[in-house]
């Protein structure tokens, strides 16, 4: 099992020829130590050396954006997310403009497009993840209960977070850029969006300040594309089937999609669970009930912009297919979803650029 610390689905990239047009040749660079997964950065380029300058810039911006998100670590002269919460009832904390703006985005969305993404569900995932920790090194339920009094959390448990999650309870500051969560024990959680942002991010400054043309960010579930491939009309992601992934006779992938100047982000029940009594519990929970969500196994949302991507598929994951589907026409943003008996069912625009499917 994949263990990654937000539960996304493993978007494989189908890459394009090795044999670019107009002198342009694909330059690649991998990022291991960001959001906990495997990052390819790919630029389409003339010269080799501008191209690894550029892929080094690519780099040297994600990670500062990874260490401003971070929620787990400190870093000197960074004020990130783990500061904040180190701050809870304490002081207010002055942030980057980015972190600021995604933590005031996540607020908007929550109020004006679906309240299933609450990034102050920290100590809520942070519980859950007891469980999710001891089940996985190999601990029995007895053992587990000896522990933590229960064989998985019970509503009765549950319930003390609910004033930590109250998003009246972080105040932002537009004018200093500062953030103050009010009641000690708060913790925010930006998994649900942070990697969405950091890759639109960096693919805005790759096309605007690096000038890159053609290109892509594949970060884990989140990947979006810059321009036009060099050599097709499209590129091709392809979304990985779920009830696949060990069975290497089977086929691999949900469906392939044909895109330009787009994202995709996949969220899902694979990488990051437990099981108990033949039930998998995954990492992705409900603000409201403060359960997991078990409605599907994956989602995956099309849209240009991939922090927008990045929300609506959590936010979709925890939602009836129905309102889902709403949701998504209302925003005009297309997403495909996947059920946990394994039946697809899609937007009609996402079968739009479903290869063979029409």
Aim: glycine share 6%.
């Amino acid at each position: 099992m994949i263990s990654v610390r937000k539960l996304i689905l493993l978007f494989i990239l189908l890459l394009l020829p090795t044999g670019c047009e107009k002198g342009y040749e694909k330059y690649e660079l991998k990022v291991f130590d960001a959001f906990d997964t495997v990052t390819s950065i790919i630029i389409y380029e003339r010269d080799e050396n501008e191209a690894n300058k550029k892929l080094l810039k690519l780099k040297e911006k994600y990670l500062e954006l990874h260490r401003q998100f971070d929620r787990y670590n400190n870093y000197e002269n960074v004020n990130n997310v783990k500061t904040i919460n180190d701050n809870a009832g304490i002081k207010s904390v002055k942030v980057s403009e980015e972190l600021y703006h995604l933590l005031e985005k996540s607020v908007y969305y929550n109020e004006t497009i679906s309240d299933k993404v609450n990034i102050l569900i920290g100590p809520v995932v942070d519980y859950w993840g007891e469980y999710r920790d001891l089940y996985n090194t190999g601990h029995s339920k007895d053992e587990v209960i000896k522990k933590l009094g229960s064989a998985i959390p019970q509503e009765e448990d549950l319930i003390k977070f609910k004033s930590l999650v109250d998003l009246d309870k972080l105040v932002l500051n537009e004018e200093d850029k500062s953030v103050f969560l009010k009641e000690k024990g708060m913790e925010l959680d930006v998994g649900a969006c942070a990697k969405g942002y950091a890759v639109e991010l960096l693919c805005q400054y790759g096309r605007d300040e690096l000038e890159i043309a053609s290109g892509m960010v594949s970060a884990g579930g989140n990947v979006k594309t810059i321009g036009e491939p060099v050599t097709k009309d499209y590129y091709k992601i392809a979304i990985q089937n779920p009830e696949n992934i060990e069975d290497e006779s089977k086929d691999p992938y949900i469906t392939v999609l044909n895109i330009k100047d787009n994202s995709v982000v996949t969220s899902g029940d694979y990488q990051r669970y437990f099981t108990y009594e033949n039930q998998r519990y995954c990492h992705i929970i409900d603000p409201e009930s403060f359960m997991v969500a078990d409605k599907f196994r994956s989602v995956s949302v099309i849209e240009e912009d991939s922090l927008l991507c990045d929300y609506l598929s959590t936010a979709l994951f925890l939602m009836d297919y129905e309102d889902g589907l709403k949701l998504c026409e209302d925003l005009k943003v297309d997403a495909i979803w996947f059920f946990q008996n394994g039946e697809i069912k899609s937007t009609q625009g996402a079968r739009q650029m479903m290869e063979g499917v029409k």
